[in-house]
């Protein structure tokens, strides 16, 4: 089973969300299904937003990817974002680490797995817009009670020998700032500046991030162990904070009207990344009480979360990446988010595991290894198999 054509197909396929079109690349994949004799049922909507989800297998296993990647420019890229290329021993494109790459060793697995003659022991969801939020991919999926709470892996691309058990949690608000107009050249001492409001309360969430949350003396284990392996991947210095601490980004400010007159609006899209011991409840309060001419107009929220690590599937599947990759294997948490918060929330176990080089996530000249999407093939064999033996 040639698990880098399966790559190379799926990323010459394009599937940038926005706009999330995925047709193409969901029809791809239940073809590829179909001639193992695996039925599946796909799901859209009017504007090409598909997933799919296999049929016809009762288990306590979920395997799950995403099928859209972020946009890409063609500047700057070795070999054409699209193109799907093979050389130097990796597969380039954009998406070949997130997360194409892992769909095609899941699929690349279940084609082992029937040659070996044996029924697939897990249910497999492909969906369609994980890097927008998920509403109309794992979550609809959610909604419409396709998916049963279980076991589920994600093939999220991760170091080696580290699997993710867990993610810090996320809080997206959009919020609008009022000022009383004004000559500018009367400010500050006449008028209200939405714009300063706006800058006043970022100094604020900018000393939040110097605060610390205690947590219990096993999580702190794990994110201790965690921020060595990122230290290890990404080569920044005092990385532990990434995981420890609060998180801000201001991504877009939008204010004033004209340079000689008092803002009278400003609006902020704000993203946290809320480490665990953070109430969100009290970070939002806060904010509230720090932006007294500010209103939250939208947001997002997601708890931090995490799987037992001393659960079967943290254990079978640690027990595959040390039976193929080696070496001392153990589980991390992770700064960023993905569909697993979703299925958490719904009473999954989730654990994420996949092939991929991180340092070129959404980065030009995305790649992955053809030695890692191997490896990760044989590892989804061998969870597969493990659950088979001993399948409650």
């Known amino acids: 089973m040639d698990v880098s054509r399966i790559c190379s197909e799926l990323v010459a396929i394009r599937s940038e969300n926005p706009p999330g079109r995925t047709t193409e690349v969901i029809e791809y994949i239940r073809a590829f299904l ?172 900018k000393a939040l991030h110097d605060r610390e949350y205690s947590v219990d003396e096993r999580l702190k284990e794990i994110i201790d162990r965690s921020s060595g392996v990122l230290e290890e991947e990404f080569h920044i210095h005092n990385v532990s904070e990434v995981l420890k601490k609060l998180m801000y980004n201001p991504g877009v400010i939008k204010g004033g009207e004209k340079s000689n007159v008092v803002a009278q609006h400003c609006e902020i899209d704000l993203e946290l990344r809320v480490p665990w011991g953070c109430s969100i409840a009290a970070l939002i309060a806060g904010i509230k009480s720090h932006a007294p001419h500010g209103n939250i107009i939208s947001q997002e929220i997601h708890e931090p979360s995490m799987t037992d690590p001393a659960c079967r599937l943290v254990k079978v599947t640690c027990n595959e990446v040390e039976r193929v990759q080696g070496g001392m294997v153990f589980p991390i948490v992770q700064w960023a988010a993905s569909d697993a918060r979703h299925l958490r929330l719904c009473g999954f176990n989730v654990i994420e595991y996949g092939p991929g080089e991180i340092s070129t996530l959404h980065a030009v000249n995305e790649r992955v290894t053809i030695d890692s999407l191997n490896k990760a093939s044989l590892i989804y064999l061998g969870i597969m198999t493990a659950y088979a033996k001993n399948n409650p």
């Open 34 to 205: 179909d001639n193992l004799g695996i039925g599946s049922n796909i799901t859209g909507n009017d504007t090409g937003q598909c997933n799919l989800v296999t049929t016809g297998t009762e288990s306590r296993l979920l395997f799950c990817g995403h099928v859209d990647v972020v946009p890409a420019r063609d500047e700057g890229w070795t070999y054409p974002p699209f193109s799907g290329t093979m050389r130097d021993g990796f597969v380039w494109g954009r998406g070949a680490t997130d997360m194409k790459g892992g769909c095609a060793s899941l699929l690349a697995a279940c084609g082992m797995l029937v040659e070996l003659g044996r029924e697939i022991p897990a249910t497999f969801a492909f969906v369609c817009d994980e890097e927008t939020g998920g509403e109309n991919g794992i979550r609809h999926l959610l909604v419409k009670k396709m998916l049963k709470p279980t076991d589920c892996l994600v093939a999220e691309p991760s170091p080696a020998r580290h699997p993710s058990i867990g993610q810090k949690g996320l809080c997206r608000l959009g919020m609008k700032f009022r000022g009383t107009p004004a000559h500018g050249s009367l400010y500050p001492a006449v008028g209200v500046s939405a714009v300063m409001e706006a800058m006043s309360l970022l100094e604020y969430v």
